[in-house]
């Protein structure tokens, strides 16, 4: 079975500071993991994924991941956040069809000017 | 290239009406996932079409159903609403069927059950 955990639902952090949003998943078969975004009343946005090519995945937007098997982990950075990352961000593995996605529960990050 | 679409972006219906939501995914693409989205389950897989045939289906009771057709546009269909079906209702379309293939989402249906 395949399920990720995001610790912390919410998350702030001064403009220009480091965001760090933490991912850890389940899985019993090597895992493909995303992260999206979601923009108030709007639909959810690929922010990058792993696939099991290079383990530090770079995405859209100035953030990256790294995934680390050995702490089953997918945390999601960026160096120096904006107003616009303002947002809820979710971590999801595959699940038992490729396109059957488990997601986890989600953080809200805000940026505080 | 359009987006995925899904209509209405709003929908209000009462406990026991049966409601159907729509998706048009981006053109070439033939396989459509369904998600609903609650603050209390967060995001919950429904189901998956592909080449008009679901692939896979979420643990949801035998009221929440789909369809796609030849096209790939996609229904899915409530029926006997009750009252925690209120949620956010997003399709999501990907160009096939690997592992690790980028699904797209449109912007969602939001149901509200009065």
């Known amino acids: 079975a395949q399920s990720v955990t995001q610790l912390g639902s919410h998350v702030s952090v001064s403009e220009g500071a480091l965001v760090l949003l933490r991912c850890n998943y389940s899985s019993s078969v090597p895992p493909y993991l995303f992260w999206y975004v979601q923009y108030p009343n709007q639909g959810l946005q690929l922010l990058l994924k792993?696939?099991?090519?290079?383990?530090l995945v770079k995405g859209i937007n100035g953030f990256e991941a790294e995934f680390k098997k050995s702490e089953t982990s997918f945390h999601l950075t960026k160096p120096s956040a904006h107003m616009s990352d303002a947002a809820e961000y979710f971590c999801a593995v595959t699940g038992g069809g490729a396109n059957n996605l488990f997601f986890g529960t989600g953080t809200r990050l805000t940026v505080i000017p | 290239k359009a987006g995925v679409t899904q209509t209405p972006r709003y929908l209000i219906k009462t406990r026991g009406q049966q409601v159907t939501l729509s998706c048009s995914p981006i053109s070439g693409h033939r396989s459509v996932s369904w998600y609903q989205q609650t603050p209390g389950q967060g995001l919950q897989f429904l189901f998956e079409?592909?080449?008009?045939?679901?692939?896979n289906k979420g643990n949801f009771p035998g009221r929440f159903s789909g369809r796609q057709f030849s096209n790939s546009r996609s229904e899915m269909n409530v029926s006997t609403l009750e009252l925690g079906d209120s949620a956010l209702y997003l399709c999501?379309?990907?160009?096939?069927?690997?592992?690790?293939?980028?699904?797209?989402f449109g912007p969602g249906t939001r149901l509200t059950v009065l």
């Open positions: 999501a379309s990907s160009a096939g069927t690997n592992k690790g293939n980028e699904q797209f």
């Open positions: 079409y592909f080449s008009e045939t679901q692939r």
């Open positions: 792993y696939t099991s090519a290079a383990t």
